[in-house]
């Protein structure tokens, strides 16, 4: 199995970036999918999920309202997209999934996830 992500890089604050992770191998399927964080000295923070089941989103609260989650369940790829980004959400960004549970909470807020990405570095700086 493998999650590939992409599109990290450098970007001014106030920019955009989209993220995308492609899923492949998953010949049992998985039930959702998202995007965790992590920056230099600081913990994990779940950043936006979704369930394959239900659709139903989850967000965290530092970036609602900036960034989109979608999905192409045909292409098995998961998107995210960053507006208004700010010098905050400089990380690297995981892409993982759950293939136990379709919970978008369980996968971003209790970080419930079976497989994770590689990771993609997003840098938001002047």
């Known amino acids: 199995v493998q999650l590939q992500a992409s599109g990290g890089g450098l970007v001014q604050p106030g920019g955009s970036l989209r993220l995308s992770c492609a899923a492949s191998?998953?010949?049992?399927?998985?039930?959702?999918i998202g995007w965790f964080r992590q920056a230099p000295g600081k913990e994990r923070e779940g950043v936006s999920c979704?369930?394959?089941?239900?659709?139903?989103?989850y967000y965290a609260d530092s970036v609602k309202g900036r960034f989109t989650i979608s999905s192409d369940s045909a292409e098995n790829t998961v998107y995210l997209q960053m507006n208004s980004l700010a010098p905050e959400d400089t990380a690297v960004y995981y892409c993982?999934?759950?293939?136990?549970?379709?919970?978008?909470?369980?996968?971003?807020?209790?970080?419930?996830?079976?497989?994770r990405g590689q990771g993609t570095q997003v840098t938001v700086s002047s």
């Open positions: 993982t999934v759950s293939q136990s549970s379709g919970s978008s909470y369980g996968l971003c807020r209790d970080l419930e996830y079976d497989v």
């Open positions: 191998g998953f010949t049992s399927g998985y039930l959702a």
């Open positions: 979704i369930s394959r089941i239900n659709g139903i989103t």
